[in-house]
């Protein structure tokens, strides 16, 4: 009797829908419809959630860390964070919040994106899952449900449904009832695993039951016929669908049904009719499926491994916000991509561009330093590394498209101009981006790897016979795609460890040993990396950064750096011989082994860098100058930056 009741119930509603009732404990439960194939509405939110409260819980992740999404990188949108017309600082906590509650769609990206694929997907097969897989990041699913409806992209897609008058009629008409998705059942799964404390810690999970209570209306979702089906974005009630599609990136991967709308949502036709409401008293099913209990969580919260960050300085000022005093992350959008970044302080922008394998967090010392300058610093991850878009073609890190990437940030950043400064492979990127865009790049500091003009044979070949009988020279080493990482990537922490040390003062190879950057016929890398102690800058805090990091995107992106020497000498041949003009800056450690094979460059500064103001060395120092030795770093940084001129 039931069963007619709730049927009877969607048709005096004029829509058709689902139901499935389950207690908390126990197996009992009632479902209408429950086992049929839907189209979940923002189904990848669902893991998003859990995922992020786990990374709390673990300390993998700070809560009250501050992110500003910047204007204009955003996702566009008709509700939330999408609406604000200027830069938005917030918690992960709070994204969350905004995520579950109004479907915020820039605040998942920056989620997505931090957490990464593989993390979400890890988390839909500890609920048990299976048939779900997350294939792309947010960005690119909602550019090609744009597509579908034949518009540019999401952000033509958002403009158009806002003025044209055939727009809602036009969404309302693209999803056919036609889907591989889902049933109802599924859904509950996340909510019971967070209701008792399964995805992630207790004080997760009470976090986690509080959210999904402060939604304001039912998610709408559609798709065409396909191969696969496509999350939408939620709605608030009286709202169009926004979603509809093709096969796209989060494919629910199961058996081709015919459906309607989702959970007891209106159809497309009927937009604006009020949802139906039911709660019947008894609801006994005769044969319930077989489901265990899943079990409560009694462990206790972990301390997380940050420095609790305070609240916000930023304050109102006419309508402005100054700078933050403490470091805060962004995504910025570029001509190809995005490139997240680290930035505090205020005044005169400094762009500080790490090496390999490196990331921001290679400059956590001289961010404060520079801020407590007076200095806007800022962090970037380059491409291929941390949040940054990771390109699958290898001519994508050529170092056109490198500078091409910190032009775009100086933009986004609401500047003219900046100062410049790289270490290792960051010193190129600075360096080129100097000498390309001398109008944005007034100045250039270039720690550890000095300023090489273009000309000479092609690279390869000149890195073909740098090894000689000793062995190949490591760059050549990396050429071959695949070869680096299959060493590498097996063992990410243990690898760094000794690459780390085999760089630096104090725990390099001796003179009599062999050296670290030749591969012997047959070996590896790792092979001429000194086993021991870590090198006293990197304690166990750095190092599970570093292979943290490393771990979740693999070592591809940034080993493609390498790959595309060739192709910037091909690039820059009308710069061939062309000296850096702008004021400079040379730092590098006395024990260096890289300046082996660099101290002609050196040598040629008095040419090559007519703007030289200052070049120094240090004593009993290695390959990582601004973490082997940051105060003096930081003092011959600050020193330059205040003689500039302007």
């Known amino acids: 009797m039931a069963v007619d009741e709730v049927r009877a119930v969607f048709e005096r509603a004029g829509c058709t829908g689902t139901l499935l009732v389950q207690p908390l404990d126990g197996n009992e439960e009632f479902g209408f419809g429950a086992d049929q194939p839907v189209v979940p509405a923002s189904v990848v939110k669902v893991l998003v959630a859990p995922a992020a ?73 500890r609920l048990g899952l299976r048939n779900t897989a997350v294939r792309s990041d947010l960005r690119t699913l909602l550019d090609s449900i744009g597509q579908d409806l034949g518009r540019a992209g999401w952000a033509d897609l958002v403009d158009w449904s806002g003025r044209a008058p055939a727009a809602e009629s036009a969404l309302a008409d693209a999803g056919p009832p036609t889907t ?5 059942a599924w859904a509950p799964v996340r909510r019971r695993a967070t209701w008792c404390g399964c995805c992630g810690s207790c004080g997760a999970g009470r976090r986690g039951r509080r959210k999904p209570a402060r939604g304001c209306g039912p998610s709408w979702a559609a798709s065409s016929p396909g191969t696969g089906s496509r999350a939408g974005s939620g709605r608030p009630c009286g709202w169009p669908p926004r979603a509809a599609g093709s096969p796209g990136s989060y494919a629910m991967r199961s058996a081709s049904s015919r459906t309607r709308t989702a959970a007891g949502t209106p159809p497309p036709s009927s937009p604006g009719r009020r949802r139906a409401r039911t709660t019947p008293r008894s609801m006994p099913r005769s044969a319930p499926r077989p489901r265990t209990p899943s079990p409560r969580c009694t462990a206790k919260r972990p301390e997380f491994p940050f420095t609790r960050q305070p609240k916000s300085t930023r304050q ?16 910025v959008s570029t001509e190809t991509g995005r490139i997240h970044l680290v930035e505090q302080g205020s005044g005169p922008l400094v762009l500080l561009v790490h090496g390999f394998p490196e990331s921001w967090y290679s400059w956590r010392h001289q961010l404060p330093a520079l801020a407590a300058a007076g200095y806007r610093a800022v962090a970037i991850d380059v491409r291929g590394y941390g949040r940054s878009s990771k390109p699958a073609a290898v001519d994508a890190y050529r170092l056109t498209e490198l500078v091409a990437d910190n032009v775009s940030v100086v933009r986004a950043l609401g500047e003219e101009s900046a100062v410049i400064v790289g270490h290792d492979w960051g010193s190129p990127i600075a360096s080129t981006s100097g000498l390309l865009r001398p109008e944005v790049f007034r100045a250039v500091g270039m720690l550890s790897v000095p300023f090489t003009p273009r000309g000479g044979p092609r690279p390869t ?32 922490r243990g690898w760094l460890a000794g690459f ?104 040629a500064f008095p040419v090559t860098l007519p703007g030289l103001v200052s070049s120094h060395l240090l004593d009993d120092c290695g390959h990582w100058v601004q973490q082997e030795r940051p105060e003096e770093t930081n003092r011959l940084l600050i020193d330059w930056l205040a003689g500039l001129p302007g």
């Not at 999404?69 to 996702?75: D, E, M, N, S, V």
């Not at 750095?542 to 979740?552: K, M, N, S, T």
């Not at 591809?556 to 390498?562: E, K, M, Q, S, V």
């Open 53 to 125: 409260e786990t990374w709390f819980a673990e300390g993998l992740l700070d809560p009250r860390e501050r992110v500003v999404l910047g204007a204009p990188g955003r996702i566009p949108g008709l509700a939330g964070v999408s609406l604000f017309e200027d830069d938005v600082a917030l918690s992960w906590r709070d994204m969350v919040v905004l995520m579950l509650t109004i479907s915020d769609n820039p605040c998942t990206d920056a989620l997505m994106n931090r957490l990464g694929v593989d993390t979400l997907n890890a988390t839909a097969a």
């Open 316 to 331: 109102p000022m006419g309508g402005l916000m100054t700078h933050p005093t403490e470091p805060t992350h962004r995504l």
């Open 461 to 492: 070949e000149l890195f073909a016979h740098m090894g000689g009988e000793q062995g190949e020279f490591y760059i050549s080493y990396f050429q071959e795609p695949g070869r680096a990482e299959a060493e590498i990537e097996p063992d990410v």
């Open 500 to 603: 780390y040390r085999a760089l630096s003062a104090g725990t390099m190879p001796g003179p009599d040993e062999p050296a670290p950057y030749l591969i012997s016929p047959g070996g590896t890398l790792r092979d001429r990396c000194p086993d021991g102690p870590p090198p006293g800058w990197l304690g166990k805090e750095e190092l599970d950064f570093y292979a943290g990091e490393f771990e979740r995107t693999g070592l591809t992106g940034p080993l493609n750096r390498y790959r595309n020497m060739d192709r910037d000498w091909t690039d820059l041949a009308a710069h061939d011989g062309a000296p850096l003009t702008q004021p400079s800056l040379f730092i590098a450690g006395a024990q260096d082994v890289t300046l082996s094979w660099l101290s002609g460059a050196v040598k």
């Open 180 to 184: 591989r998705a889902l049933t109802p």
